[in-house]
């Protein structure tokens, strides 16, 4: 367990706000501009299909030294060589996928302080923490939890804390003075035009990315 | 000397394949429904759960696997290869949307069992080629465990896929002990039944009346 990560802008993907483009080009073009970390979680996908989309980002990833996360299915994980499995509170444990293979690191979304300490005690490398602020896509689930709950979770955890939900360059730098190590995010790379643009914002924002 | 171990497993692949279901019923947990048709000697129980995570997943699973322990009654996952490495069950079986059976395979090694969904005797076909250890057709009769878009597949399909396979075949879908006895004189090697014993008043008995057409 460790107090750092060796990225600070995670990219979670959502292949619908890609299209037209396929999101492995999207993909491919973050990471050619500097993206180290992605996260495939298109969770509508079946086994087959997301072992599918998997290798073609397990590829690009790979062409560009980037680490590949799978959201929840360590079976994808492993049958494509990535670099971690992203769990939700209710997927498996972070114990239990390192006990399948200790090489494999493990994110970890939380919505609590409570199951952030879960989390830390399992074994999860780093949390991803939010929706910090309000976001479209996470509307449903109820108001953004906000700053003050960032700093707390992340104050208290003995792993790095992502924040994610909503989160501008500008609102960054608010989480990083919270305590959050880096930010993760949707739309700002999958919907935008000009990705090299929002990558380097990024990379402006958080010093490295 | 060497073992040929293939009798063993068309041994076990043999007779009633329980589906637990504790979607349409919850007077018994899957835990419960499995060690029922273990008493009555199912050789094999599927768990399948799309509605909980992985947690709640690998905690049933484990607590089935504990039960089946040294019984002679396999546990075969549905759709996850993850959650039976994670829960030692003994196999997983994979529709045609799931991971690939190439993939699975490698995962979980030729020990364990993996069984493929097909609705065609071609899809019938390539789960076998592709390595699978047995395939489950269906479905063939109609079924109120899962809707389906297209029509029974009936029992002449099934014959023909029974003849065309040297790996057992599962026969899924709408059965029930009136109409097994065709079921299993199709070919079938095994009847995968869901809701016939789960919604059974007493489960166990049920399971013993199907495991006696055998």
Redesign the interface.
Known sequence: MSNSLDFRYYLITDRRQCRPRPLPDVVAAACRQGIKAVQLREKDL????L?AMAEQLREVTARWNAKLFIN?????A??VGADGVH???????SR?VK??EPSLSVGVSVHSLQSARRAEREGADFLLFGPVFYTASKAKYGAPQGLAALKDIAGAAGIPTLAVGGITPKRAVECRTAGAWGVGGISSVMATDSIPHAVDQWKLTLDSL | MEIDFGFIMSNRLSGVYLITDTSRQQRFSHRELAEQAQRAGVPVVQYRNKETGGRRALADIRGIADSLAGTGTSLIVNDRADYVLAGKADGVHLGQDDLPIKTARSLLGEARIIGGSSSTVEEARLVEQQGADYVALGHIFESQTKKKDYPPRGLEMLREVCSALSIPVVAIGGITLDNAPEVIGAGADMIAVSSAICMARDPYQKARAFMGLF
């Open positions: 079946g086994g087959r299909a072992f929840d299915r360590v079976d994808v492993l049958g769990c939700r509170e209710t997927s498996m444990s239990d006990q399948l």
